[in-house]
């Protein structure tokens, strides 16, 4: 399983190669993807069909009980076949479909982090793992959905879903960690459905996660954002209604019913919002003018049918919901890619200009109706099948259940008639109106829909082939309780039988009478006034505004005063509480340091420093007093025996200065620090002595509390033995806690890309004339191919070539050393970087690179794959993510930790040289 979502997300890293080399061919190469995880998964039915579960775990949060556990059983068996197989079929349509468009490969892209997204979803065993797979899905979705930004109806359906269903995660975030802890497990598999039903935290689980899986799929009220989806490409539209996104709030709702259902709200919820869905979506796509919106709309209708039959929990119902899934995911995805195939070859989805589409198109013609008449629920279909299964299961529950039965007798007659508009509206009868001549289209934009037609044909003929290898055993993972399967296509004069047979006469008289029924829904619609999307429009007005109005008040642009705010609400909570304390808490901590003379020369150097700067006048004088007073910093650190720390401070501290110098010497020139009116400037005084205060009584407090256990003795006890390193600040930052150093190399990198376009925002100095042995220099401080005219003289400049190898090779020096004495990656990147810049100032910053060898982006590239390869020698080994593993050649402790902090020193030495270099390039 980890396998095959690697499988999926490597065609998505070479998506984009792949399509510039072969453009719409790329199509073919890249199904091969999707099609061998398809492979895998067939080969595994046999097992799961016999009632075997397979299981694959990785530690991901062992201390929190979260691993990234796979578990492979009916319900995700079933999902991970259809997202794979149509996903295969899918990315085949794409290369034709899409052949002339640009960002080919962009899309290619997106659209398989979404196949990974959706596979991962359903095979998570963990509840956390599959939130995370939940988002992405969402993220990726956004992508796809807008991937035609340049058109307003694409970005605003985009924007829609995002805020829909990202609003529901939030929801269901919070649902699931309930959840958890009030079934004492945090898999799917370990939930205790008693436990959870008695619970007091039922009810608020049961809401939250409801609404979690009803914004996810689109039931009422939350419905609206499915069928403005059809801004995307048809491609999109395909996969996300018939195997994706769509059906992951299905999913959910399924793989919980086992813990969540059997109770009175459970059923009353699903099967009332099911229903008022279904005939929703169903009277919503009989209106619509566009086959997309009509499919759309009739997706809608079906995601309310299962939820409805999940609602139910009868053994008909439960099997009707995994007929269904099958069913309507075969035909949903031929209807969908037939139609975007009609557009491609005619130009036009409006149905008033389509008809007699059969001449031109047999191929599309005969797939579309093979799906139409399973979406119709015709025998022999599957979704004959299926409606008879919904009719059964509805009968079962009685009274309640009847009244919904005809609901859905009408529900699934509106379904019928967006079937003939489908079919016999567009391919059968007089010639249509088309924009231009149309014509049967290639071989991957028709097999498609071919194959997923008749294979509902073959499921419904040949039912027992699902029954045995599919629906069996994917019933039992939903159910509570053992329920025997047995499809079949007749069974004498049912009560089920009988719905059926007035759900096609009620469907065909409603084809006949569809202009008047469209015009009544039309005049309905003028009295009812009231539209989802006008709501929600004004809905996002009103946020807006609201959002600009708190914007206005709090954003004034004034640092001071934001600072000052800042400062003051810091103060105000640490003296709620410091007043909460009690007694015992406020006391002077009774080990203190003893006094030393670089110490004290510290703390005056740090304060003196501190002060100046407050108090002095001129930028340069700023720089230069803050710049001691990180000095004195260092001083102390160096005092309290933590040379790594002041290191690094020192280095930080060098290259503080000349990011600011080089800042503040393009702005104007200014001779007053801070305001010049003496209220705000004792204001502000008042202000720096207040939070000053305060955090150095938080300090002292929290310094004078007991730490429950003794993890410092635990890290100098093991950090040898088992960190293979004398150097216990260094292991614990590449070893025991290099998850948090990813972390922040991972926050340097970003933070160094977002930066670097600020810092580097002017023109780049173009030189007029090419250096020319010790010619004249430009006298632009930075330039790109000259060095800074403060370093113009031939000596400094002698002087400063062997000096930054110097720095470079104590940088490596420091980098090697670091596991046993102090340095380190982080410390050595420092030093490097301070070689760079040197030589970037004397030389310029060509020269700078030219020594580099690589540009920075490539060395900050470089560093994170490394420290993430690092992290998986440890996975591949059965271990944890970043555990260490060690090898000793001649004695010679090696491991990943060091390539760990290969990975730290190249990152932050990229991100800081990226930075600072397009800082020192700019033109003044």
């Known amino acids: 399983m980890f396998a095959s979502?690697?499988?999926?997300?490597?065609?998505?890293?070479?998506?984009?190669?792949?399509?510039?080399?072969?453009?719409?061919?790329?199509?073919?190469?890249?199904?091969?993807?999707?099609?061998?995880?398809?492979?895998?998964?067939?080969?595994?039915?046999?097992?799961?069909?016999?009632?075997?579960?397979?299981?694959?775990?990785?530690?991901?949060?062992?201390?929190?009980?979260?691993?990234?556990?796979?578990?492979l059983d009916g319900l995700s068996l079933l999902f991970a076949l259809l997202i794979s197989g149509i996903g295969t079929l899918i990315v085949l349509y794409t290369g034709a479909y899409l052949s002339d468009h640009h960002h080919l490969g962009r899309f290619y892209a997106y659209l398989l982090g979404f196949m990974a997204a959706m596979l991962g979803l359903v095979l998570a065993d963990d509840l956390i793992a599959m939130f995370v797979f939940w988002e992405l899905t969402s993220v990726t979705s956004?992508?796809?959905?807008?991937?035609?930004?340049?058109?307003?109806?694409?970005?605003?359906?985009?924007?829609?879903?995002?805020?829909?269903?990202?609003?529901?995660?939030?929801?269901?975030?919070?649902?699931?960690?309930?959840?958890?802890?009030?079934?004492?497990?945090?898999?799917?598999?370990?939930?205790?459905?008693?436990?959870?039903?008695?619970?007091?935290?039922?009810?608020?689980?049961?809401?939250?996660?409801?609404?979690?899986?009803?914004t996810k799929s689109a039931q009422l009220p939350f419905h609206l954002w499915l069928p403005n989806a059809m801004a995307a490409p048809t491609p999109v539209s395909a996969y996300l209604h018939s195997a994706t996104m769509v059906k992951a709030g299905v999913y959910l709702l399924a793989r919980l019913n086992p813990a969540l259902g059997g109770s009175a709200s459970w059923s009353t919820i699903l099967i009332t919002v099911g229903a008022a869905t279904a005939l929703v979506g169903a009277v919503l796509a009989?209106?619509?003018?566009?086959?997309?919106?009509?499919?759309?709309?009739?997706?809608?209708?079906?995601?309310?049918?299962?939820?409805?039959?999940?609602?139910?929990?009868?053994?008909?119902?439960?099997?009707?919901?995994?007929?269904?899934?099958?069913?309507?995911?075969?035909?949903?995805?031929?209807?969908?890619?037939?139609?975007?195939?009609?557009?491609?070859?005619?130009?036009?989805?409006?149905?008033?200009?389509?008809?007699?589409?059969?001449?031109?198109?047999?191929?599309?013609?005969?797939?579309?109706?093979?799906?139409?008449?399973?979406?119709?629920?015709?025998?022999?279909?599957?979704?004959?099948?299926?409606?008879?299964?919904?009719?059964?299961?509805?009968?079962?529950?009685?009274?309640?259940?009847?009244?919904?039965?005809?609901?859905?007798i009408v529900t699934n007659a509106l379904l019928l008639t967006a079937a003939g508009l489908v079919f016999v509206r567009s391919f059968l009868g007089r010639e249509g109106r088309y924009p231009h001549e149309?014509?049967?289209?290639?071989?991957?934009?028709?097999?498609?829909?071919?194959?997923?037609?008749?294979?509902?044909?073959?499921?419904?003929?040949?039912?027992?082939?699902?029954?045995?290898?599919?629906?069996?055993?994917?019933?039992?993972?939903?159910?509570?309780?053992?329920?025997?399967?047995?499809?079949?296509?007749?069974?004498?004069?049912?009560?089920?039988?009988?719905?059926?047979?007035?759900?096609?006469a009620l469907g065909v008289l409603f084809y006949l009478q569809r202009t008047r029924l469209r015009r009544r829904l039309a005049r309905w619609r003028v009295r009812w006034r009231v539209s989802g999307d006008r709501i929600w429009d004004r809905l996002l007005k009103r946020v807006f505004a609201f959002a600009t109005q708190v914007a206005d008040r709090f954003q004034h642009g004034s640092l001071r005063q934001h600072i000052s705010a800042l400062v003051l609400a810091i103060t105000g909570f640490a003296l709620i509480g410091l007043v909460a304390s009690s007694a015992d808490d406020l006391l002077w901590p009774e080990v203190a340091s003893p006094v030393n003379v670089a110490a004290l020369l510290g703390c005056v150097l740090a304060v003196a420093g501190a002060a100046a700067a407050a108090t002095m006048p001129g930028r340069v004088a700023l720089v230069a007093t803050l710049g001691a007073s990180g000095l004195g910093l260092a001083l102390v650190f160096l005092a309290a025996r933590a040379p790594d720390v002041a290191i690094t401070q020192l280095m930080v501290e060098t290259l503080t200065v000349v990011f600011l110098a080089q800042v503040l010497r393009r702005l104007p020139p200014t001779r007053q620090v801070g305001s010049r009116k003496p209220a705000a400037r004792r204001f502000h005084a008042l202000v720096a002595i207040v939070i000053g205060t305060v955090v150095t009584a938080m300090m002292l407090i929290t310094v004078s509390q007991?730490?429950?256990?003794?993890?410092?003795?635990?890290?100098?006890?093991h950090s040898l033995a088992a960190g293979q390193g004398a150097n216990v600040v260094n292991v614990i930052l590449v070893d025991f806690r290099a998850l948090d150093?990813?972390?922040?190399?991972?926050?340097?990198?970003?933070?160094?890309?977002?930066?670097?376009?600020?810092?580097?925002?002017?023109?780049?100095?173009?030189?007029?004339?090419?250096?020319?042995?010790?010619?004249?220099?430009?006298?632009?401080?930075?330039?790109?191919?000259?060095?800074?005219?403060?370093?113009?003289?031939?000596?400094?400049?002698?002087?400063?070539?062997?000096?930054?190898?110097?720095?470079?090779?104590?940088?490596?020096?420091?980098?090697?050393?670091?596991?046993?004495?102090?340095?380190?990656?982080?410390?050595?990147?420092?030093?490097?970087?301070?070689?760079?810049?040197?030589?970037?100032?004397?030389?310029?910053?060509?020269?700078a690179r030219a020594a580099l060898r690589l540009p920075p982006l490539a060395l900050l590239a470089i560093g994170l794959?490394?420290?993430?390869?690092?992290?998986?020698?440890?996975?591949?080994?059965?271990?944890?993510?970043?555990a260490g593993r060690w090898i000793f050649p001649a004695g010679l402790a090696l491991g990943t930790p060091l390539l760990f902090d290969l990975g730290v020193f190249l990152t932050v030495l990229g991100a800081v040289l990226h930075m600072l270099f397009r800082l020192l390039a700019r033109e003044t």
């Open 5 to 71: 979502l690697g499988l999926i997300a490597c065609a998505m890293l070479l998506a984009p190669l792949l399509a510039r080399a072969f453009d719409e061919r790329a199509g073919w190469l890249l199904a091969l993807a999707p099609l061998a995880v398809f492979g895998h998964f067939l080969s595994l039915v046999p097992e799961i069909a016999h009632g075997g579960a397979l299981t694959e775990t990785l530690a991901w949060v062992p201390a929190l009980e979260i691993g990234l556990a796979f578990r």
């Open 142 to 214: 956004f992508l796809l959905i807008a991937f035609q930004h340049d058109q307003a109806a694409s970005r605003r359906a985009a924007l829609q879903a995002l805020l829909i269903t990202g609003g529901g995660g939030l929801a269901l975030l919070t649902g699931l960690i309930l959840l958890g802890s009030a079934g004492g497990s945090w898999q799917f598999s370990g939930l205790a459905a008693g436990a959870i039903a008695d619970h007091a935290l039922y009810p608020a689980i049961l809401t939250l996660v409801l609404i979690g899986a009803f």
């Open 286 to 408: 009989l209106r619509q003018t566009d086959l997309k919106r009509v499919l759309a709309y009739t997706t809608v209708t079906v995601l309310g049918q299962l939820t409805m039959l999940l609602g139910t929990n009868t053994h008909y119902g439960l099997q009707a919901f995994a007929i269904y899934l099958v069913a309507h995911a075969f035909y949903k995805a031929a209807l969908f890619m037939a139609v975007g195939a009609i557009d491609h070859a005619t130009g036009t989805r409006q149905i008033a200009l389509l008809g007699g589409l059969i001449r031109h198109m047999p191929l599309t013609g005969f797939a579309v109706a093979l799906a139409a008449f399973s979406n119709a629920g015709l025998p022999p279909f599957f979704g004959f099948i299926a409606k008879e299964f919904t009719y059964a299961g509805l009968i079962e529950l009685g009274p309640a259940g009847w009244i919904t039965t005809a609901v859905m």
């Open 438 to 504: 149309p014509h049967e289209v290639s071989v991957p934009m028709w097999i498609g829909p071919m194959l997923l037609a008749v294979g509902g044909f073959v499921f419904g003929a040949f039912n027992n082939l699902a029954e045995v290898w599919l629906i069996d055993a994917a019933v039992q993972a939903v159910s509570r309780t053992t329920v025997p399967v047995n499809l079949y296509l007749w069974s004498g004069f049912t009560p089920a039988l009988l719905a059926s047979l007035l759900t096609v």
């Open 706 to 717: 007991p730490l429950p256990g003794n993890i410092a003795q635990w890290y100098l006890d």
């Open 741 to 847: 150093t990813l972390g922040e190399i991972l926050v340097v990198a970003l933070a160094g890309l977002a930066a670097a376009p600020l810092l580097g925002g002017g023109r780049r100095h173009r030189h007029a004339a090419k250096r020319i042995g010790n010619g004249p220099r430009d006298e632009h401080p930075g330039g790109a191919g000259e060095g800074s005219a403060d370093f113009a003289s031939v000596l400094l400049r002698q002087g400063i070539l062997p000096l930054s190898a110097l720095l470079a090779l104590i940088a490596l020096v420091r980098l090697w050393r670091g596991h046993n004495l102090p340095g380190g990656g982080f410390i050595g990147a420092l030093v490097a970087a301070c070689a760079a810049v040197l030589l970037a100032l004397a030389f310029g910053v060509d020269r």
């Open 865 to 882: 794959a490394v420290a993430v390869g690092a992290g998986l020698i440890g996975l591949l080994q059965g271990q944890a993510f970043l």
